[in-house]
């Protein structure tokens, strides 16, 4: 049974950086994509990036690149999405999502909120 | 890269069938059968409903079917049950290993 357990609830000042963990568990980690989704409140899902821990390449999002890092560790079958430069507008939930055969996001972590304050 | 656009909101009475169009561009739905949709009920994690067009996971009920033309693909839900009453979201493969979600549609069971 595929799982995705991600870290908890932050908040933080705007400027500042955020890392989110993802911790999977069942299956394969390392061909297997995960990726990484946010939903600001009252708003609609929105792609930022992805990564296949076998290949430790990360694509992004136009959106997000320069700000966002996605990482993933083997050894723990974890991945880690962080975001830098903190704004008001990055408050959101943030999801990672495993990527099955068929371009599917098939599993979803809890989410994490996280709230940036100024 | 922008958002996928689906309607806001549609409705129907229980028993009858609705579409969600899900338009994009030569770029994304035009160019690849990788289209998917997702149901996420109010404070849930998104479920996936349909993948590469047409498939349903095993368990999504046959009620959910998918298509696509051109640009726009299209997800119906037939037989509408008060438990189809969530937030749909399409999204299309890209270039470059990129992913792009729809706006969003809300899903109303009268």
């Known amino acids: 049974q595929v799982q995705l357990v991600q870290s908890g609830a932050e908040v933080k000042k705007a400027g500042s950086s955020v890392k989110v963990s993802c911790k999977t568990s069942?299956?394969?980690?390392?061909?297997?994509?995960i990726n990484w989704v946010r939903q600001a409140p009252g708003q609609g899902l929105q792609w930022m990036g992805r990564?296949?821990?076998?290949?430790?390449?990360?694509e992004y999002a136009q959106n997000f690149q320069g700000r966002l890092t996605i990482t993933a560790d083997k050894s723990t079958t974890t991945a880690h999405m962080e975001l830098s430069s903190l704004r008001s507008d990055d408050t959101a939930v943030y999801f990672c999502?495993?990527?099955?055969?068929?371009?599917?996001?098939?599993?979803w972590g809890q989410g994490t909120l996280v709230t940036v304050s100024s | 890269q922008s958002a996928l656009t689906q309607p806001p909101s549609v409705s129907g009475s229980p028993g009858q069938s609705v579409t969600i169009s899900c338009t994009g561009t030569?770029?994304?739905?035009?160019?690849?059968?990788?289209v998917s949709w997702y149901q996420q009920p109010p404070g849930t994690a998104p479920k996936l409903m349909i993948y590469?067009?047409?498939n349903r996971p095993s368990g999504v009920p046959d009620r959910f079917s998918g298509s696509k033309s051109g640009n726009t693909a299209s997800l119906t839900i037939s037989g509408l049950q008060a438990a189809d009453e969530a937030d749909y979201y399409c999204?299309?493969?890209?270039?470059?290993?990129?992913?792009?979600f729809g706006t969003g549609t809300k899903v109303t069971v009268l």
């Open positions: 999502a495993r990527e099955e055969e068929g371009y599917r996001f098939a599993y």
């Open positions: 590469e067009v047409s």
């Open positions: 990564i296949i821990p076998f290949l430790g390449i990360a």
């Open positions: 069942g299956g394969t980690f390392s061909t297997t994509a």
């Open positions: 999204t299309s493969y890209a270039s470059s290993s990129t992913f792009v």
């Open positions: 030569s770029s994304d739905v035009g160019s690849y059968n990788r």
